[in-house]
């Protein structure tokens, strides 16, 4: 790599991390400062307003009962005694307790309204902040040996096609770590997978790359960046001091497969947490994709996965053959997209579900997706679910290195033709893509008001 590569290298990963730093700060503001506050002082505020006439209500004052009392013996023995003022007195005194029951139900009611209705503009609004945090636009995105583009890859034509770049798209890059054997630096990627969504359109894409993809990544020494390499995708999570920075390695190299498609987010899963994971939802429906003998799963047969049974289907490969990590990327896919259709079914209606599943896997997990953005990832999920779903794979080929380890090198043609289909629109789909704006205004409004 040239010097002028190496210092465009290093200004990157640099600028990257800076950029993820002011993100976090900015996230801060709902999850730990802000929004705490927030609640405290606008919903507390209100709560003292309705709910302290509500108690005062109910306590006794000197010379009266509480509302439960209702009319003593001694006023029902004068009512009956026949004397009219006591009769007056005590019909009197039951109409005040009714009246005033009725003022503690009509109080209480506007009080529970309030409180939805700050609570909903809470959701509203970290949905909406984490939707902005979500969907950065490309400074400059690169492109292929055979496109052409006169705005840093805006606007590119290739193969006769004149594209855009579609600046309202969500990207989180799945990473499922395997931690290894004991002082193995800091684990490796087994899986990797770019969730991407299209907020104009609905559509969400789940892109697997395969782990022995060779790319371009940077290490590091100490947090500080020290080369560039090109190996073994699944590597790039080795080199760093912290699964956060793993992290923010994987994504930097995943960016780079991509042509540079802006990707800050992530959420990696140590590959034990699969366990948790199929029983939260209580098993994985598949039918087996192949083999795999230590958990008694035989190709072309129906399983509902649970437990360990789901870790070894998604963990298993034969390493005495050469192809064995592509198929298990395909029984990966299968059970994502398995899993995400049976959570969305018992979450529809209650974003509880999915809020009960991320903290489940919580003890397993690394991310730097906050409460904003989770709200708005809940809620396009639940708006569109599973038939919003496409699962592909990049394509390329697999090859034996020198050093005996497998590398697939990636068809960089197919690979831009994916970038192409999933995070630009062709120009002549122009009224396609308005009408799918307007369509999807529509939808956010509804979901605004759906927690």
């Known amino acids: 790599m040239s010097a002028a590569k190496k210092h465009k290298a290093r200004a990157k990963h640099e600028a990257k991390l800076a950029r993820v730093a002011d993100r976090a700060s900015a996230s801060r503001v709902l999850e730990g400062e802000v929004l705490p506050e927030f609640q405290t002082a606008f919903v507390g505020e209100w709560a003292a307003e309705l709910f302290v006439p509500f108690d005062e209500l109910l306590v006794e004052d000197p010379g009266s009962r509480a509302v439960e009392g209702d009319v003593t013996e001694a006023e029902k023995a004068d009512a009956s005694s026949g004397t009219p003022d006591a009769e007056k007195e005590t019909r009197k005194r039951s109409s005040g307790i009714r009246s005033r029951k009725r003022q503690v139900v009509l109080i209480a009611s506007i009080a529970i309204a309030c409180l939805l209705a700050v609570a909903m503009a809470a959701v509203a609004f970290a949905m909406n902040v984490g939707r902005m945090n979500m969907m950065r636009s490309a400074d400059e995105v690169d492109l292929n040996e055979g496109a052409v583009s006169y705005n840093s890859g805006k606007t590119v034509f290739f193969e006769g096609q004149e594209y855009r770049l579609n600046e309202n798209m969500a990207s989180v890059l799945i990473i499922g770590v395997d931690k290894g054997a004991e002082g193995e630096l800091n684990g490796r990627a087994d899986a990797v997978m770019l969730l991407a969504i299209n907020n104009d359109s609905g559509k969400t894409s789940l892109i697997s790359i395969p782990r022995d993809s060779m790319v371009e990544y940077n290490r590091t020494v100490d947090g500080q960046y020290a080369d560039t390499v090109t190996e073994q995708l699944s590597l790039a999570y080795r080199y760093a001091n912290s699964d956060e920075l793993s992290c923010e390695l994987m994504c930097e190299a995943v960016s780079r497969a991509m042509y540079n498609i802006p990707l800050d987010y992530y959420y990696a899963l140590r590959m034990e947490g699969i366990v948790d994971l199929a029983d939260a939802v209580g098993g994985v429906q598949v039918e087996a994709l192949e083999d795999v003998p230590r958990a008694g799963i035989y190709k072309g047969h129906e399983y509902l996965l649970t437990g360990k ?139 605004d008001t759906r927690f």
């Open 309 to 447: 049974k789901a870790y070894d289907y998604l963990q298993y490969r034969d390493i005495k053959q050469n192809d064995t990590a592509l198929g298990r990327q395909e029984r990966q896919k299968q059970f994502i997209k398995a899993f995400a259709g049976k959570a969305l079914a018992e979450a529809k209606g209650d974003v509880s579900v999915l809020l009960g599943i991320y903290e489940k896997l919580s003890q397993y997990s690394y991310t730097n997706i906050g409460i904003p953005e989770f709200t708005y990832l809940a809620s396009h999920f639940m708006a569109y679910g599973i038939d919003s779903f496409s699962v592909d794979s990049l394509q390329g080929e697999m090859t034996i290195g020198q050093d005996g380890y497998q590398e697939f090198h990636l068809d960089k043609d197919a690979v831009y033709r994916t970038v192409l289909d999933v995070y630009y629109t062709p120009v002549e789909d122009k009224q396609a893509e308005e009408a799918a704006r307007a369509e999807q205004h529509d939808i956010d409004s509804v979901s």
